[in-house]
């Protein structure tokens, strides 16, 4: 695992890094770190069994839509809302109210602040790297350098396909 994709320390308010799986033998990698906690002008309600996300006053023109989520959703959520939430510190309230174990409560935490961060609940950016020369590129060199290797695939593919056709006649 590189030093880019270590849990962090705790930083309440800070932006946190999420674990990611990282494929076998992948140069570049996109980190999203997310600012745990949501962001002004959402409130959460209970509709019947459902509970429910809702965009309030200018958040209203930015997201149309309601989040729906379940009970540990909507828990996590006000967990979030508390002033230095952090990532572990919502991982050892999810253990806390449902007896989960520390690999369940990782993988409901991570996926709930992936959610969050996706659909704007959270604030996030994103940081690349390099991991053969162990360095933080820019969004343009990682953007540049993916469509470089993506076009020598493409080509690589090609030839291999042209060559099997000249064997295989």
């Keep these: 695992m590189s030093e880019h994709e270590k849990n962090p320390a705790e930083n309440g308010g800070q932006a946190q890094p999420i674990r990611i799986e990282r494929p076998e033998g992948a140069r570049y990698l996109a980190v ?4 745990i906690g949501v962001k002004p002008g959402y409130v959460l309600r209970k509709v019947g069994q459902a509970f429910m996300v809702m ?8 997201y149309q839509g309601i989040i729906t989520l379940n009970e540990t959703g909507a828990f996590l959520f006000k967990e979030s ?6 990532r572990q510190g919502l991982i050892d309230a999810c253990k806390a109210e449902y007896g989960a174990s520390d690999e369940e409560a990782d993988r409901a935490v991570d996926s709930f602040v992936m959610q969050c961060a996706e659909c704007g609940l959270f604030e996030y950016e994103t940081a690349y790297f390099d991991t053969l020369e162990d360095k933080q590129v820019t969004e343009k060199e990682f953007q540049d350098r ?3 290797l993506a076009q020598e695939e493409a080509e690589r593919k090609a030839a291999e396909a042209e060559s099997s056709d000249k064997e295989n006649p």
Aim: charged share 35%; net charge positive.
């Design 32 to 35: 999203r770190n997310i600012k």
């Design 55 to 62: 965009p309030t006053g200018p958040r209203m023109k930015e």
């Design 81 to 86: 809302q508390k002033p230095g939430a952090t």
């Design 146 to 148: 993916a469509r470089a």
